[in-house]
T-cell receptor
Framework: QKEVEQDPGPLSVPEGAIVSLNCTYS??????FMWYRQYSRKGPELLMY????GNKEDGRFTAQVDKSSKYISLFIRDSQPSDSATYLC???????????FGGGTRVLVKP | EAGVAQSPRYKIIEKRQSVAFWCNPI?????LYWYQQILGQGPKLLIQ????????DSQLPKDRFSAERLKGVDSTLKIQPAKLEDSAVYLC????????????????FGEGSRLTVL
């Protein structure tokens, strides 16, 4: 069983719709949670970073963490074609910088 | 500010041949990582350097993979001999702070080196 599970998609939505992404994890030692966006043939770039359970909002993006359920989510409001990419969740223990990534969800936003 | 530089961008080799990838991190970044990303999967950490010392190489297949960061700046990842299953994108990333201090999780990735083993 993988430590971090993520639906590979693809997830296809019309422009303007809300995109809902999620990851589940099995290791309760993970304390820090991140979402990275990866465009085709590019390296991942950090979108959101959260610590502890709860919500964090940044513009059109909202990240949620539910540690009791070992479940994290990312919501993208008013989706744009430029949001078409693969979204990777990543997690980290309290110490160190080692990230454990999910497999990524491919998102397609159609005009 | 210049980003993480990697070369070559693409490499095609036959199995049992060798290959080397180069990475130059963002200036001043003490921590450097090599990740392997197989098609359709998330990146998997191969090795982490703090300056020129190895912090974590637990997932590096040491019988065929080697990496060095001799002067604490740029780094080279080598595969010898390559196997078909080594076909992947090799991502280099760097972060500013020491591994035991930074908790923001912000790694800066290069565009990757895509390896195809035939």
């Amino acid at each position: 069983q993988k430590e971090v599970e993520q639906d590979p998609g693809p997830l296809s939505v019309p422009e303007g719709a809300i995109v809902s992404l999620n990851c589940t994890y099995s290791n309760s030692a993970f304390q820090y949670f991140m979402w990275y966006r990866q465009y085709s043939r590019k390296g991942p770039e950090l979108l959101m970073y959260t610590y502890s359970s709860g919500n964090k909002e940044d513009g059109r993006f909202t990240a949620q963490v539910d540690k009791s359920s070992k479940y994290i989510s990312l919501f993208i409001r008013d989706s744009q074609p430029s949001d078409s990419a693969t979204y990777l969740c990543a997690m980290k223990r309290a110490a160190g910088n080692k990230l454990t990534f999910g497999g990524g969800t491919r998102v397609l936003v159609k005009p | 500010e210049a980003g993480v530089a990697q070369s070559p961008r693409y490499k095609i080799i036959e199995k049992r041949q060798s290959v080397a990838f180069w990475c130059n991190p963002i200036s001043g970044h003490a921590t450097l990582y090599w990740y392997q990303q197989i098609l359709g999967q998330g990146p998997k950490l191969l090795i982490q350097f703090q300056n020129n010392g190895v912090v974590d190489d637990s997932q590096l297949p040491k019988d065929r993979f080697s990496a060095e960061r001799l002067k604490g700046v740029d780094s080279t990842l080598k595969i010898q001999p390559a196997k078909l299953e080594d076909s992947a994108v090799y991502l280099c990333a760097s972060s500013l702070r020491a591994w035991s201090v930074s908790n923001t999780g912000e790694l800066f990735f290069g565009e990757g080196s895509r390896l195809t083993v035939l």
